[in-house]
């Protein structure tokens, strides 16, 4: 069951316009045998030049993949070179999910920038290796490694 709701992006900046940008999801999923799981959640940090996005609960078709592609474009349009995205929250990854990450990598690189997944779970890690797109990505085992790695 969803609510119908519009999923929406919400702005928090501080001095000098950083800060967090949230994109919140329209609502929670709740599936046939009763688990209760959240879309997707991005919050989003900068910090000296790189701009951290943490990613958490499911990376789907619709809504959710919709709205990281959205947060890619944005940061994109502003000049963004540098982007990390911390999937460690991430708990379901499908096709859709695993093509707006291929289209924000694309995109970046077009842009002259680099774009690093980091904290992959096995689950993330294993989808990836499945689909022979492991190889394509600049991957991390936590956000400290990949922004030291900027």
Do not use: W
Request: hydrophobic share 45%; net charge neutral.
């Amino acid at each position: 069951m969803r609510d119908s709701a519009p999923a929406r992006v919400r702005s928090a900046f501080g001095v000098g316009g950083r800060g967090a940008i949230m994109y919140e999801p329209p609502a929670i999923h709740i599936s046939a045998d009763g688990e209760v799981t959240v879309p997707l959640e991005i919050t989003q940090r900068e910090m000296n030049g790189i701009y951290l996005l943490a990613l958490r609960g499911r990376l789907v078709l619709g809504e959710e993949s919709s709205g990281f592609r959205t947060t890619v474009d944005n940061l994109l349009s502003l000049g963004a070179t540098r982007i990390v995205v911390n999937l460690e929250h991430v708990n379901y990854v499908d096709s859709a999910g695993l093509g707006a990450l291929i289209e924000a990598h694309r995109k970046t690189k077009a842009q002259g920038g680099r774009l690093k997944l980091s904290n992959l779970g096995p689950n993330f890690k294993q989808a990836l290796e499945l689909a022979r797109l492991l190889t394509i990505f600049d991957t991390c085992p936590t956000e400290a490694a990949a922004v030291a790695g900027f």
